[in-house]
């Protein structure tokens, strides 16, 4: 994610204009789009709501071998995020939505295999009205308490067991506001559709799910909204879209594992430009029409930055690359797989190189706590400078030492990166401290083994979950070096470092 701090200094190039640039073609419907028409549902953010019952538990049900999954994943600092006791495998997302009534309705099929012995699962879910849940086809039991949807199935699910539970829902979305840092997040309505951003725990706003990175998954999409809009998700388009009744349905598919907070299903009226990078890679540019001036610039830009990464970090984890400007005033951008979204502004160089460089470090290597936010944050603030010298701008060392000239009292020092809060989980010092602690690094092991690093730390957790101490076990085989005592100064200690 860029930070305010990034946000607030982009500025939007106006080019010439393009020539004829129209949104994804529809064509007739598949069939498989989520019936218009829906009756509304009220939002039920805390209410306790019961499905219709299940047939008599059995006697595998009632083994006391079995007992629920945990109602968080196990990160301390935010207790409730994600679910215990499954690792999921893939979602199908069959979701319509009406911008007019801010109605969102449908499916979601979630895949996936318990990691115990389970009497009941909890799935994360915030607000609307569940009608039906089935485990593998059967009519399951369900409760409602705060964003928790906890479900019973039939019968007990073995431990190393893959199961589907599918949940129909309904009801107006209901984004996370006012929150530290980053204002709102999750599903966010616009004048002509939503703008989808689910950092760090939004993805329950829109979808039920195992809302925490350390539980990654692939997934589909099946989007139908109003036809003259244009649905946006992660991957790449699965055949032409198309339009039955007044309504357009697009899927979607990622088929490499993603965290939950990375999902979009941002919708709208968009301008897009479609081809492939110089290196070969797909490339989808979309724009809200009031950012028209940009599309060529996001295009190409996203472009170049994509492939001169490749040679830096390693091959591109993902099968397309590109970005989203939405006229949704975010005041920050997120890296969402393969799909960066920019709210409201259209973002420079600097910002563009950030969240791509997110596509490598938080998207194919995701975080196990958010406790380690800085292997995300502080690889793509340094990507950005490494950007800027590759640009001939400053160079690393420049961008080094102006950041390191803030005063010893500067906010930026009481704050160890190598320690996210969840009360300021996005605070500067998590980008900036962090970028600097990596060029502390490069310049205590030298470029050859810094560089080699990156490449193995890339390669070696590509598409996992990933620690600091991970990281710094990591650095230590390859440069043959104790840097103990560097990675306690920049990353542990709440005071400006005196040396690197």
Known sequence: MASKRLATTATAALLSTLGTIGTVACAASSGESVPAGSPAVNSTANSTLSGPSASPLSSSAADNRARPGAPGI?????????????????????LGYTPSSKHLAGTARIEARATQHLAS???????????????????????????????????????????????????????????????????????????????????????????????????????????????????ELVGEPRTVGGRTTFRWRESHPMASYLATMTLGRFEVLQGKTPGGLKNLAAVDPIFHGSLRRLYDV???????????????PFSSTGGVVDD????????????????????????????????????SLSIKRWKDLWLNEGFATYAEWLWSEHEGRSTTEQLFRRNYAAAADAPIWSY???????????????????GMTLHALRQRIGDPAFFRLLKQWVATHKYGSVTTPEFIAMAEKISGKNLEALFDAWLFTAEKPSTW
């Open 302 to 316: 996203s472009g170049k930055v994509t492939d001169y990464w490749s040679t830096l970090f390693g091959p591109y």
């Open 328 to 363: 949704f005033p975010a005041g920050y951008a997120l890296e969402n797989q393969t799909k960066p979204m920019y709210g409201g502004f259209a973002p420079d160089d600097d910002i563009i190189a950030h969240e791509l460089a997110h596509q490598w470090f938080g998207d």
């Open 74 to 94: 196990g990160d301390p600092d935010f207790p409730t995020d994600g679910n215990g006791g499954y690792d999921v495998d893939h979602y199908l997302l069959k």
């Open 416 to 434: 160890a990166p190598g320690r996210a809060r969840p009360e300021d989980l996005f605070n500067n010092s998590v980008y900036t401290r962090g």
């Open 121 to 235: 699962f909890n799935l994360d879910l915030s607000g609307f009205t569940v009608s039906r849940v089935t485990v593998d086809g059967r009519p399951a039991r369900f409760d409602r308490a705060g964003s928790e949807l906890t479900v019973t199935p039939a019968e007990s699910i073995p431990d190393d067991a893959t199961f589907a539970v599918e949940v129909a829902y309904a009801g107006e979305p209901k984004p996370v506001r006012n929150s530290s840092n980053l204002g709102t997040y999750g599903f966010i309505p616009t004048r002509d559709g939503a703008f989808v951003t689910g950092q760090p725990n939004g993805a329950k706003t829109w979808f039920p799910s195992n809302d925490h990175p350390a539980d990654k998954a692939r997934y589909d999409f099946e989007l139908t909204v109003p036809a003259g809009l244009t649905a946006l998700a992660n991957g």
